[in-house]
């Protein structure tokens, strides 16, 4: 079992930046290819960005091309979110997730075996 903790949600003003977070507790961190998704109000869930179990690949969705990146500190069993210059339609609850296939920069839901409970993120216009 892999338990994930999200942290680092808010309120921030169009064009800000926020770095979220997402711990990992239990088997090794290092096992597991990352990745954060995320839920607007009204929509289905829909992949942010993914990162293999070195950090040597990672694969963005394109409506965050450029202003996110998804680095990782495997000592610190710890993911990242950084967002730059954000948006209001970047507005969501953002999950992170984990995957044994630990290679892997999967894009879709179900390839995720663990997920954390979600951090609000709001951007103001």
């Known amino acids: 079992q892999v338990q994930l903790v999200e942290s680092g949600g808010g309120l921030v003003q169009a064009g800000g930046s926020l770095r979220l977070s997402c711990a990992a507790s239990?088997?090794?961190?290092?096992?597991?290819?990352m990745g954060w998704f995320r839920q607007a109000p009204g929509k289905e869930r829909e992949f942010v960005a993914a990162i293999n179990w070195s950090g040597a690949s990672t694969y963005y969705a394109d409506s965050v091309k450029g202003r996110f990146t998804i680095p990782r500190d495997n000592s610190k069993k710890t993911v990242y979110l950084q967002m730059n210059s954000l948006k209001p339609e970047d507005t969501a609850v953002y999950y992170c997730a984990g995957d044994s296939t630990r290679w892997s920069t999967a894009t879709t839901e179900g390839a995720y075996e663990y997920w954390g409970q979600g951090t609000q993120v709001t951007v103001s216009s």
């Open positions: 239990g088997r090794t961190f290092s096992n597991y290819a």
